[in-house]
């Protein structure tokens, strides 16, 4: 059984790590970038151009990554019962296909327990989208490689 209070915890660590990098990354790059030793001796020269480009995608993605930490701070963990509906917030089993968290962003971050790994989907996703509402004992659809497969719903807590 995994304990939701240490992936909670686990998500929100990762994501402040992630933050602590995209931010280091865009103030380096925002440095460079107004650099007076990267300002264009020509017309073709785009060092400086290029480097401003790179430092707002970064502040961008640290924004984001900002805004998914709050999300995840947010949550306050709690247990789905076997009949209730999967929702923001459940952890989901399917069977031999792995174990799922809706979380309300950060979608594809793989966290690795002691019991095995968890991988966060959105309710954006498709297979977020395929789970959303279900419960224990359905069946979903997905694409694995192309190939179309079925998954029972073996927990939902």
Do not use: C, W
Request: aromatic share 4%.
């Amino acid at each position: 059984m995994i304990n939701k209070r240490e992936l909670l915890d686990q998500i929100v660590a990762r994501l402040q790590t992630e933050l602590e990098l995209l931010t280091t990354a865009a103030l380096a790059t925002h440095a460079e970038a107004t650099d007076e030793e990267n300002k264009a001796e020509d017309k073709y020269d785009t060092r400086g151009l290029e480097a401003s480009y790179l430092a707002h995608g970064q502040s961008k993605a640290a924004e984001e990554t900002a805004q998914a930490l709050a999300h995840f701070q947010g949550i306050v963990p709690r247990d789905f019962a076997a009949h209730e509906p999967i929702g923001l917030g459940a952890l989901v089993a399917l069977d031999g296909a792995g174990r799922y968290f809706m979380g309300p962003r950060a979608g594809g971050t793989e966290i690795k327990l002691t019991s095995g790994s968890v991988l966060v989907i959105t309710p954006q996703s498709p297979l977020g989208r395929q789970l959303l509402g279900r419960r224990q004992g359905d069946i979903v659809q997905f694409d694995v490689g192309g190939k179309r497969s079925d998954a029972r719903i073996v927990a939902v807590n």
